[in-house]
């Protein structure tokens, strides 16, 4: 299963993902405040979310409520000490599917996984996507225009697929490294540069190598 856990609590984060990894064997990433969960949420599939509601620069309700207006259907699991019957209506409504109630046990937060899990929330991805006139093929990691075709490594395939995915959004370096290369990677942000000055090399052939922008300081995006 792979888990995003958003919570600022380090303590807590930490045992969390000790616990989720040693044992359920899930793939865990943790994130420390509200910007970065709704980044890593937008920018990628998780087969459940756990969303601590009292975080920095934006709360998991606050999340909550954007992923979920954007059409964001993962399934969201809400931690928070607010025990109150308003406190759960208000989490529920704001796009939590299950609420789970500080201080818990890790079995049962193992359990409310497990029975979010067996809902079917993952999207089903087009087997060929347009992009402008652009035919990208997950099946051979190509990108085609018409009867010309490039051939893209699949590092260069997932980037670029990440990005046209998320269409107009500017995806931060920092999750694309996570998002491509794994939370455990040693890899340097300065690969991203170089993956995508490879793509735009790629794309010449189509004279669409600008379809990549570069935000300075941030990250890339797709148009």
Known sequence: ????????????????????????????????????????????????IIMDWMMPNATGVDVCR??????????????????????????????????????????????RLRALSRRNYAPILEEEVMIQELVLNRMSNTVRLGSDYVQLSPREFQLFDLLVQNKGQVIPREVILERIWGFDSDVALKTIDATIKLIRKKLQLFSKQDLLHSIRGVGYKVD
């Open 1 to 48: 299963m792979n888990i995003l856990l958003a919570e600022d609590e380090a303590t807590l984060g930490e045992l969390v993902v000790y616990m989720l990894k040693k044992k359920a064997g899930y793939k865990v990433e943790w994130v420390l405040d509200g910007e970065d969960a709704y980044y890593y949420a937008a920018s990628s599939h998780y087969d459940v």
């Open 66 to 111: 954007k992923l979920r207006k954007q059409g964001y259907s993962g399934a969201i699991l809400m931690l928070t000490a607010k025990d109150t019957v308003q406190d759960r209506i208000e989490g529920l409504d704001s796009g939590a599917d299950d609420y789970l109630i500080k201080p818990f046990e890790i079995d049962e937060l193992l359990a």
